[in-house]
């Protein structure tokens, strides 16, 4: 018993030092090399949500800066807490009131929008339209775009996990840790 146990944590430890050595690698990658992967991520998760609209973070920028435009971030607080699109608003404060936002785009995100992907395919169902952001935080900070904590402008973007460790250069990476991630 006690043999498959240190078997167990010894499989469990080469598993966890794979994926440091893996986000290790993945950061050593050019931005540009991190957009084709970030989008490339994307376009498979777009296959569970095929008919859900998504706009670019060029066009997200622009809608933006032009007020017709609300961010609902998908995450969870603890992410959240790290960085934010700017003027975003939660999804359970979307929720409580989603005509509030009636007359503007609403482009939900996550950290490569899958989580937010399926959140607007939900939407819908129920009558409720929104956008989904191409390549979610990860794409926008690799296009230019700026993010947010409550001290202001941060260089601080949480990735959720070493899958997804592509911030850009200059950009701190925020993870969850392994057993974390289990309990989500």
Known sequence: MQLRANLLLGYILLAVLAACGSARGQTAMTDEAKRAAVYGMYAEY????????DVA??????LFEEGAAVFVDTRLPAEMA??????AVSQAAFLENPERYR???VIV???ISYR????????AERGITVTNLQGGLLAWVLEGGRVYDAAGETQRIHVYGPKWNYPPAGYEAVLFGFWDRLRL
């Open 46 to 53: 777009r296959r569970e949500f095929p008919t859900v609209q």
């Open 116 to 123: 937010s992907g399926l959140l607007a395919a939900r939407l």
């Open 103 to 105: 007359g503007r785009t």
């Open 109 to 111: 995100y996550c950290t």
């Open 82 to 87: 790290v960085s934010m699109l700017p003027g």
């Open 57 to 62: 973070p060029l066009a997200a920028m622009r």
